[in-house]
C-alpha cells in the first residue's frame, strides 16, 4: 500500500479493525457451536433433564432434533457459501 493511499484509507482503520474482530468472534463461537463433544454433552444434559422431569416430551423431541441437526451439518457449520479467505 503506498503512502498516499494510505493516509486516504486511515479513518477506516477503525471500521476495518471492528470487522475483523467480529469475523473472529463469529468464527470461534460457530467451532464451539457446532462441535461434536458440546452438542454431545447438550444432548446427555437434555437426556438427564427429561429423565428427572424437568421438561416435558414435546421440549425433548424439538430440542433433541435441533441438537441432532447441528451434529448432522457438514464441518464449518454454515449453510451458505463459504466466505473468502482474510475477509
Known amino acids: 500500500m503506498g503512502l498516499i493511499s494510505g ?3 486511515l479513518p477506516l482503520a477503525p471500521v476495518q479493525g471492528v470487522s475483523w474482530v467480529a469475523d473472529v468472534i ?3 463461537a460457530e467451532r464451539e457451536l457446532y462441535d461434536p ?3 454431545q454433552a447438550r444432548l446427555a444434559a ?3 433433564a427429561f429423565d428427572d422431569g424437568e421438561i ?3 421440549t425433548f423431541e424439538r430440542e433433541e432434533e435441533r441438537l441432532l ?3 448432522d451439518r457438514p464441518a464449518g457449520g454454515r449453510t451458505g457459501a463459504p466466505r473468502p479467505e482474510g475477509t
Do not use: F, G
Open 69 to 71: 441437526d447441528l451434529l
Open 26 to 28: 463469529l468464527d470461534a
Open 56 to 58: 416435558d416430551a414435546e
Open 46 to 48: 437434555l437426556n438427564r
Open 7 to 9: 493516509l486516504l484509507l
Open 37 to 39: 463433544a458440546v452438542v
